[in-house]
C-alpha cells in the first residue's frame, strides 16, 4: 500500500510529477488523463485511502455499457496528481505528454465505503464528471493470471450511450503547457 512504488519509480529532480505524499482527505474526487506515452492509454484514479487507486485504460472509457475496457492496476499515485498536467521528459517513468481528459467527484454504491469493493475486486462507482457520468462497474478479472485486470463497464443508466463511443473524440488535441 501507500506511495513506495510510486517514489521507487520516480526521481523528483527530474520530473514535474508531485512528491509521494499522503493527503487524507479522501474526498471522493477522480481524475482520468490522457496519458501518452510510448503507448496512448488513459488513467483512471480514484481518492480513496489517503492516495489516488490507479489504473491505465488502453481503449479509455466509454459510455456504451456494450464495452468491457481492460483497465490495468498500477501503483497508487498522491492526491496531488489530480491536477497533474504536463510533459514528463524523455528517460523518465512514463515519459510523455499528459493532459486532464476529465475529473469530478464519485462515490460508491450500495455500500459506503470503497476501500471494502476494492478489496472485494468490485467497485460499483457513481461518477459525477463532465464527461464521465453515472453508473459503472469496476471488477477485478478473476484468473491468477490477470491479477492486476479489471473490467471497466458502464452501465445503462440516462446517462449511458448506444452509439459508438471513442475517448479520443472528446480529446483535446491541445498542447499541454
Ligand atoms: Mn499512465
Known sequence: MALQDYIK?????????????LDNNNAYRFVIQRHQASHLHYD???????VLKSWAVPKGP????????????????PVKYLTFHGVIP???????????WDEGTYQVLEDEDPVKQLKNGDL?????????K????????????EKNQWLLI????????????????????????
Request: glycine share 8%; aromatic share 8%; charged share 35%.
Open 9 to 21: 519509480k520516480r526521481q523528483f529532480n527530474k520530473t514535474p510529477e508531485p512528491k509521494g505524499e
Open 134 to 145: 453515472g453508473a459503472f462497474a469496476l471488477v477485478k478479472m478473476k484468473r491468477d493470471i
Open 62 to 77: 466509454s459510455m456504451n455499457p456494450s464495452d468491457k475496457r481492460l483497465a490495468i492496476m498500477t501503483e497508487d499515485h
Open 90 to 100: 524523455k528517460g523518465n517513468y512514463g515519459a510523455g505528454v499528459m493532459d486532464i
Open 154 to 177: 458502464k452501465k445503462k443508466d440516462p446517462f449511458s450511450t448506444d452509439l459508438h463511443y471513442d475517448a479520443e473524440i472528446f480529446a483535446s488535441k491541445k498542447k499541454s503547457s
Open 124 to 132: 460499483k462507482i457513481e461518477f459525477y464528471g463532465k464527461k464521465i
Open 44 to 50: 483512471l484514479r480514484l481518492e480513496m485511502e489517503g
